[in-house]
């Protein structure tokens, strides 16, 4: 499924008494079961979160892959009362309204106990939209052959910009065929600062079907 309009759940730092802790200890055990599990290096490349987002991700990534959710950002915005976004979706590509408020409850539960924002915070949880992030080397097989913004944080070719459409992977880079120079790249995956599919007519209709 390529994907669907977002569905948001905005939520509060605070936790209500005992049913948020009590949701966050049932979720170790199934914690510690998927972190055994071996995982494939190149599949699971990913830049979804940097700073202290990242370790935020760390904290929660492991209870929400025991949900059957899959991080694809988490960001953490502002200064006086930050806003941390958290961006997720089920395998299949699927996130509903209740999901959100489900992740929400749990992520509560998680910073409650950790801690790693100081002060109150503001929490947002929100599925991917059509024109959603690229975070990890999966998405650019998954959407392959729809277009996408890709910046780097270096220069290839004289350029840090691309747009084009997506030709796939090819071990570690992403192959693009760049609009501008009707040329095809390979693009260093780990060296893709940020990229986001181009909302196209192409794009809206796959998600309709």
Known sequence: MVGRWPAFFVGSTGLAEGPGVDRYRSLQERVSEIEQRPTAATSGLSR???????EVERLIAPSLEAMGF?????????????????????????????????ISHTV??????????????????????LDRPLTRLK???????????????MLLDGRKRFRG?????????????????????RLPFRRIAKAKLVLTDDLVAASMG
């Open 48 to 54: 979804t979160s940097e700073g202290k987002a990242a």
């Open 139 to 153: 998405d650019y097989e998954r959407f392959a052959g729809f277009e996408a913004r890709v910046e780097l944080d």
């Open 165 to 185: 459409r997506i030709a796939g992977i090819e071990g570690e880079d992403v192959v693009l065929d760049d609009v501008e120079s009707e040329s095809r790249f």
């Open 70 to 102: 899959e991080i694809v950002r988490i960001q953490l915005t502002g200064a006086a009362r930050p806003t941390l976004q958290i961006m997720a979706e089920r395998p299949d590509g699927t996130m509903t309204v209740d999901d959100c408020a489900d």
């Open 108 to 129: 509560s539960a998680i910073l409650e106990v950790e801690d790693p924002i100081a002060g109150a915070y503001r929490l947002e949880v929100s599925s991917p939209g």
